[in-house]
């Protein structure tokens, strides 16, 4: 019924954590949509909306979710939004839905870096405590491979700035995403960023291919082989291993993994790889993921 109170362009996708968000369409689409992994927003072109269609879509949805707590502005990287359009945009939020525990949205590194210290700690204080950040991987040749964007450098620089204005960030490593050959890389280089940004939420979604795999080696700029299961899960041990930080919250639920962990690393290190190692004996050696149903 939330849904019929205001008309959304489709498709609509949210982290699995803003399940019980009043969801705010401020963009359409996202403004880089070139990674060769993401089919979420290829049917879209990018648009910033206006103020001044928000605020009747604001209105509707505070009637509707009467007591809500927590806000996501859609589509894929709302953050990348200028500060200037940001603010008024969070002040409406704010007299509509009254105190709310967060505001958050989807961001690239590049979204922060554009905004000041001072622009990003008004954001905070307006609210806009969380970005989710799907970094996909620490290894520079394979942000390369995908067409990220983003650098290794790039990336610290820019969630340690949201960091350091009290912006929380919730990461995003992709399994599986450079293939067998770039795989070992892929988990030693995702955990050394993991280790210098020290999130406070990571999670690891594997790659999915809606399209099938043909589609993806088109878009992949290099050698793609895809990988076993256990392959998979021997990529995501490695990567577990090799995280130092402390007190990140941990979760590997979404719908694309092939084994359901979560936990608080590094405290629950132990276990979660563990658990990896029973999978990965228990597992046939050359079972490959199924591919999804395309409806």
Not at 62 to 72: A, E, L
Not at 105 to 126: N, T
Not at 210 to 233: A, C, R, S, W
Not at 238 to 252: G, K, Y
Request: charged share 25%.
């Amino acid at each position: 019924m939330f849904f019929n109170s205001v008309k959304y362009d489709e498709p609509v996708f949210r982290p699995p954590g803003e399940a019980r968000s009043a969801i705010i369409q401020a963009t359409l689409g996202c403004s880089w949509n070139k990674c060769a992994f993401c089919e979420m927003y290829t049917s879209k072109k990018f648009k910033a909306r206006s103020l001044e269609d928000l605020k009747p879509e604001i209105e509707k949805l505070s009637n509707v979710y009467s007591g809500v707590k927590k806000i996501f502005l859609a589509d894929g990287n709302a953050f990348v939004l200028s500060a200037n359009k940001l603010l008024p945009i969070l002040d409406e939020i704010n007299i509509q839905f009254g105190k709310l525990q967060r505001i958050s949205s989807y961001a690239l590194p590049k979204d922060i870096l554009i905004k000041s210290e001072s622009e990003l700690r008004d954001l905070r204080g307006r609210g806009l405590k969380l970005l989710y950040v799907g970094i996909e991987t620490g290894d520079n040749e394979l942000l390369k491979l995908i067409n990220k964007g983003e650098t290794f450098n790039s990336t610290v620089d820019g969630i340690l700035k949201a960091h350091n204005a009290g912006i929380d960030t919730s990461i995003m490593i992709l399994n599986g995403l450079g293939g067998k050959m770039y795989s070992e890389q892929h988990a030693i280089k995702s955990a050394e960023i993991i280790n210098m940004i020290n999130p406070k939420f990571l999670s690891t979604l594997t790659l999915s291919l809606p399209f099938g795999l043909e589609h993806f080696k088109k878009k992949f700029i290099g050698d793609y082989q895809q990988q076993t299961i256990v392959e998979l899960f021997l990529e995501l041990k490695l990567f577990i291993e090799n995280i130092n930080s402390e007190n990140i919250i941990f979760r590997s639920n979404h719908v694309s993994n092939n084994l359901i962990l979560k936990g608080t690393l590094s405290k629950d290190k132990d276990q979660l790889v563990e658990m990896l190692q029973q999978a990965i004996e228990s597992t046939p050696k050359d079972k490959y993921p199924e591919a999804p149903d395309m409806l």
